[in-house]
């Protein structure tokens, strides 16, 4: 079993930037496809992007392509999401996530393990 522990998030300006991290431990990291959700009040949890195991294919949600990125570490055993040109619409708790199974990767019922989410506010 995995444990997944977000980091990064935190309260910045339209237009501005984040690193947000996930740390994985107690299981192995090479395993799992990872994938990055988020969830603002009263809205359902959204597929932002999932990464391979191997790091070799990326999936980012249309919503965010071309402003956010998804990658890993497999040494690390860290997978980030980097947030770029911040919209106050992007305000969220933000989870990573963890899945063996086959299936798709945009799909919140796919995914084995989760974080705890790390919260980032988008002020305009």
């Known amino acids: 079993q995995v444990q997944l522990v977000e980091s990064g998030g935190g309260l910045v300006q339209a237009g501005g930037s984040l690193r947000l991290s996930c740390a994985a431990s107690?299981?192995?990291?090479?395993?799992?496809?990872m994938g990055w959700f988020r969830q603002a009040p009263g809205k359902e949890r959204e597929f932002i992007g999932s990464?391979?195991?191997?790091?070799?294919?990326?999936r980012h949600a249309d919503s965010v392509k071309d402003r956010f990125i998804i990658s890993r570490d497999n040494y690390k055993t860290t997978v980030y999401l980097q947030l770029n040109s911040l919209k106050p619409e992007d305000t969220a708790v933000y989870y990573c996530a963890a899945k063996t199974s086959i299936g798709d990767s945009a799909a919140v019922g796919n995914y084995d393990y989760w974080g705890q989410g790390t919260q980032v506010t988008v002020s305009s």
């Open positions: 990464i391979s195991k191997d790091g070799g294919y990326r």
């Open positions: 107690g299981g192995s990291f090479r395993w799992y496809v």
